[in-house]
């Protein structure tokens, strides 16, 4: 497969703890596309108990133009967000807008509770049942509550979450062997880099070698196209 995306990044302007100037968002595009990425989504933080939805909208739109007014190269870019699951995201009556590419599918940051609360499963479980949402779950590997086996991630995958890992995260051998078992599990959907900057997540192909190495060119290959389904609102 000639095609590699990445399904998280931090690279807007100015939109969060992200890239903070256009030429940096352009440099960091740059540089992705240099490592052979090909279809990207632009997933800016977004806190609901801090930032009414429709303000933050604007100001993601009005980053985005303000980006293709510099950026010429050729990844394909699609709008999305990453939303941290709080109570305030109720509020709100349309979530899609929050959504990769306006799909289904929602980036998705769990709070990071020292363990996995029915709190937790009853929100996503909202998401599910009463927006029509389906959670792709960021950096699962951050959450130990989470990666103390298979079967917690196992649950949230029946439930009708999507899993997201970070590829630099294939780097760290612990780490590593945690995500080979839920790869081996069929427990990873996508993956993306989460970069911010060149100091965080921008190296793309070191880890997605070991990613191919280890799990299986078919194994990345799914993610690929796994990603690709999101992006176009189409079932995985």
């Known amino acids: ?69 510099s950026y010429d190269g050729n990844i394909k870019l699609y709008l999305g967000s990453e939303v941290y699951l709080t109570e305030e995201l109720f509020n709100n009556e349309n979530l899609f807008p929050l959504c990769y590419n306006k799909s289904r599918y929602m980036l998705t940051e769990l709070p990071y509770d020292s363990e996995f609360n029915e709190n937790t499963i009853g929100l996503l479980n909202r998401l599910i049942e009463d927006y029509s949402v389906m959670p792709v779950l960021a950096h699962v590997e951050r959450y130990s509550f989470l990666m103390k086996g298979v079967d917690n991630i196992n649950a949230l995958v029946r439930m009708g ?4 890992v970070n590829v630099n995260s294939f ?16 427990l990873i ?48």
């Open 161 to 164: 979450c999507i899993v997201q």
């Open 171 to 186: 780097c760290d051998f612990f780490v590593r062997r945690k995500l080979l078992a839920l790869a081996q599990n069929k």
């Open 1 to 69: 497969m000639n095609i590699k995306v990445d399904m998280h990044t931090h690279i807007l302007p100015q939109m969060d703890d992200g890239a903070d100037a256009d030429d940096i968002s352009v440099m960091l595009l740059d540089n992705l596309e240099s490592q052979g990425v090909t279809h990207l989504a632009l997933t800016s933080h977004y806190y609901s108990h801090r930032d009414d939805l429709n303000h933050f909208l604007a100001r993601r739109n009005a980053a985005y133009k303000q980006l293709m007014l």
């Open 189 to 236: 959907h996508v993956i993306g880099t989460d970069t911010h900057s060149f100091v965080k997540g921008s190296d793309y192909i070191t880890g997605y070698n070991i990613a191919v190495k280890k799990a299986g060119a078919e194994f990345v290959n799914k993610c690929f196209e796994n990603s690709l389904k999101i992006l176009e609102n189409k079932q995985i």
